[in-house]
């Protein structure tokens, strides 16, 4: 079955340091991949996407991911964490077939201490 | 530009009762969707409607139906509701439709809270 893990749930960073969050998938063929964001009370806001080509991708708010084919992984990277980027974050991904039915990781609550 | 839009945004039921979550959006997307969001379990499909009228079960459909009532509006409707229902619940849509969706990035409403005792 088609799947994406994110086994790190809860982190707590603090501010002006490096983050990565992890996602790992596990689909037939390489998925579509995103990253959203979830500040609370709020839906979700799409950080980044990968579809084909560059592996590393860049999003919003200076996020940034790689895809790594090998490892079946589309880790989250930011250089520098802000305390506004406290939130939860989910990793997702679609096949490439219709409809765009996205499989959702857990997700990651990030916590930042000043 | 709105884009999408949930009524409402909270709603206590008692077990057993009936309602219907309503999603709008206004940016002339072909496919919509409902997730509902438990702690622990991330965002699960309930169900989707890749075009206007059709409908299609996601990954957990029991308990729950839906109307894609034109382009805009794509409604979820509890008809007896149980406390195993109690989740947020999330409206999504995307531009796209058939094979030209899974690229595309889903845009999402703020969410209903729904709590069922």
């Known amino acids: 079955a088609q799947s994406v893990t994110q086994p790190d749930i809860h982190i707590t960073v603090s501010e002006g340091a490096s983050l990565e969050l992890r996602c790992n998938y596990s689909y037939g063929a390489t998925p579509y991949l995103f990253w959203y964001v979830q500040s609370p009370g709020q839906g979700l806001q799409l950080l980044l996407k990968?579809?084909?080509?560059?592996?590393l991708v860049q999003g919003i708010k200076g996020f940034e991911a790689e895809f790594k084919r090998s490892q079946s992984s589309f880790n989250l990277r930011k250089p520098s964490v802000h305390w506004s980027d406290a939130a939860e974050y989910f990793c997702?991904?679609?096949?490439?077939?219709?409809?765009?039915?996205?499989?959702f990781g857990t997700g990651t609550r990030l916590q930042v201490t000043l | 530009n709105a884009g999408v839009t949930q009524t409402p945004k909270f709603q206590v039921l008692k077990t057993g009762q009936s309602m219907t979550l309503q999603c709008a959006q206004d940016?002339?997307?072909?496919?919509m969707y409902w997730y509902r969001q438990d702690p622990g379990m991330g965002l699960r499909l309930i169900y989707y409607s890749a075009s206007e009228g059709t409908t299609d079960k996601g990954e957990v459909p029991n308990g729950y139906n839906v109307s894609r009532l034109n382009k805009r509006e794509f409604s979820l409707r509890l008809e007896s509701a149980a406390p195993s229902q109690t989740s947020v619940y999330f409206c999504?849509?995307?531009?796209?439709?058939?094979?030209?969706?899974?690229?595309?990035?889903?845009?999402f409403g703020d969410g209903t809270r729904l709590s069922i005792l």
């Open positions: 940016m002339n997307h072909n496919s």
């Open positions: 990968y579809f084909s080509g560059d592996t």
């Open positions: 997702a991904a679609t096949d490439t077939g219709t409809a765009s039915k996205l499989t």
């Open positions: 999504a849509s995307i531009y796209g439709t058939g094979g030209l969706v899974s690229n595309q990035p889903q845009h």
